[in-house]
Every structure is written in C-alpha cells, then in structure tokens.
C-alpha cells in the first residue's frame, strides 16, 4: 500500500528534483534515481521494518535482490554499532511528516510563499540535539561522503528540512554499502553547507513556483 504522504499536495524536496532532472544529463539522473533506490531499503530496514518482506525481497512493494538485501543489513549492523547512531535512534521519532502552509521563499529579490513538506528519517523534539537523515553510499573514506552530499544535493534537502521545521542543527549519517563504514556530516544554519542547500532550493522553488504556483502570490524583497 502507498504511503499516503507521497499523495500530499504540498511541495516536497523530491518535487524539486523532478524540476532539476529537465537541465540534468541523463547519466546523472540514473545515479540519482539507483542511489535513491537503495537509500530507501536501508531506511526502511532502520525506521520502517513494517515495510520489508524479507521473504519477496521487496520494499514497500518495489522489488531487490538478495544480494541488495545481505548489503543492506550489514549496512544497519554497522549502524547500530556506532554509538551516536544508536543515542540518535534511542531518541528518534522515525518518519516524522512536517508541513508548512504559506512557507515563504525569497529569490532573485522576490518572495513568494508554497505549501510544503518534508519526512524526517530521524526526528527528535528537543530543538537543542540535531535531527537527521540516513543514506546509503559508495562513499569508502568522509572526504568522499562530503563530496557525495554536493552531488546528491543532500545539502539542499537538510536546509529544505531545517528550515520546513525551523531547526538551526542537523547531521547526514552516511553508511557505505562498499566497506560499511559509518560518516557524520553535521549541518548547523549559516554554514557553508546549509547556504548551499539554501540557496539550491531557493532556485528550484522559484521554477516551481513559475510553473505551477500562484502568480499574483508574490512581492519584492524588502
């Protein structure tokens, strides 16, 4: 059965990568779409076990391999044996939906506001410990890792949750499907890396916006 989130109206960040693949070459689109493919299993394998049958190799109805599957559970032992992961886990409500109605967005000296929203792999309450997010990567040492945030645009989805949810922390946990080590890449509002993600999703909201928004649902920057 479909999650009823993905039938939601309002934008999400995977709305803005449907907007970027128009201007991306077709080999990058295939990287994007197979490392999703993949991040999803390990996700559901950590936060929504519900969603696997480990019997059919399926995850939320879509079909692996066992192969994708012997990878994707020594990738969640090696989560599990990293302490923050854990401490995270322990505190974590997984797949939390956040929404915002009229989210204002300023680009190119206009602002101009969407509905929006955005699913947490790992979400915790106390707005002074970051919240997160799990991907799977082929990433063997952080430098990779760091240099796969930019070209997944994982950047540009934690400053779309951070700033969905209003949140000044974050941090990416990166787990390797070639050697199973775990990487952190902590996010923190006005960082090099948030400003990035910002300013990605800036851009693409706006394309949003003038393709399927309001048109009378704007006003220059102040």
């Not at 059965?1 to 991306?24: A, C, F, H, T």
């Not at 996700?43 to 019997?55: A, H, L, S």
């Not at 951070?162 to 974050?170: A, F, N, P, S, T």
Request: hydrophobic content about 35%; proline content about 4%.
């Amino acid at each position: 059965m479909k999650d009823p989130y993905y039938g939601r109206p309002e934008v999400s960040n995977s709305d803005l990568s449907e907007i970027k693949k128009y201007w991306q070459p077709q080999q990058v689109t295939y990287d994007l779409e197979q490392a999703y493919k993949f991040g999803t299993l390990i996700d559901c394998m950590i936060t929504e076990p519900d969603k696997i049958d480990y019997f059919q190799y399926t995850c939320a109805g879509v079909q692996y391999t066992s192969a994708d599957f012997i990878r994707a559970e020594s990738m969640k032992k090696a989560f599990y044996r990293d302490p923050l992961c854990v401490a995270m886990a322990n505190q974590s409500q997984y797949q939390k939906v956040s929404i915002r109605k009229n989210f204002p967005i300023m680009y190119g000296g206009f602002v101009f506001t969407l509905d929006v929203r955005c699913k947490w792999d790992l979400f915790i309450d106390n707005c002074m410990v970051p919240s997160g997010d799990i991907k799977s990567t082929t990433a063997t040492t952080q430098k990779q890792f760091e240099a796969a945030v930019r070209y997944f645009d994982y950047d540009r989805q934690r400053a779309w949750y951070m700033d969905i949810e209003g949140r000044d922390k974050d941090i990416l946990i990166g787990i390797s499907k070639v050697n199973y080590k775990v990487f952190k890449v902590p996010i923190v509002r006005g960082s090099e890396l948030y400003l990035s993600g910002r300013e990605k999703y800036e851009e693409l909201a706006f394309k949003y916006w003038y393709l399927f928004g309001d048109v009378h649902n704007i006003r220059r920057a102040a």
